[in-house]
């Protein structure tokens, strides 16, 4: 039996002008299998420095697991930059600001039940990203929402 592999309507988040941990996707039900997660810059970031973190909060007890190290800045990143993590938890996500492709993830990951999250350290900058997420269920009743 073929697993089937899902995509989420975007989930539009803000960058503000404070540094703080937003939650983008609540996985329920048991484990999945993080198969892409990217946002798209739909309103341009201003001159402060930007710099985006994401991981994984577990619902049950325990630290955050890391799913990229910070992103270089995004200061200044007009509408239409593409951010994706990697797959690689050591690693930075990947940018691309003017280019119409950029390389999702290499290598997918197990997500235990939780909320996945983007942490903004910002400057002085403001800014809008629709974030996307592929997946498919580990374990039967897994969801994404």
């Known amino acids: 039996m073929t697993a089937s592999i899902y995509t989420l ?3 539009r988040i803000g ?3 404070a540094a703080a ?9 048991g484990v999945i299998q993080l198969l892409g997660l990217w946002g ?7 001159a402060g420095a930007v710099l985006a973190t994401f991981n994984a909060n577990p619902t049950a007890a325990g630290a955050d697991s890391p799913l ?12 239409g930059t593409l951010i994706s993590i990697t797959g690689a938890v ?10 119409g492709a950029l390389a999702g993830m290499t290598t997918p990951l197990l997500i235990n039940p939780g909320v ?10 403001a800014g809008v990203f629709d974030f996307y997420c592929n997946w498919a269920p580990a374990d ?3 969801t994404v929402t």
């Open 15 to 17: 960058v503000s002008t």
């Open 90 to 99: 050591a690693a930075a996500p990947s940018i691309s600001t003017g280019v």
């Open 68 to 79: 990229s190290i910070a992103s270089a800045s995004l200061a200044l990143a007009p509408a």
């Open 9 to 11: 309507p975007a989930k």
């Open 116 to 125: 996945i999250e983007v942490t903004w350290a910002v400057g002085d900058a």
């Open 40 to 46: 798209r810059c739909t309103t341009a970031v201003g």
């Open 140 to 142: 039967q009743g897994a």
């Open 21 to 29: 941990t937003v939650g983008l996707f609540t996985v329920a039900g």
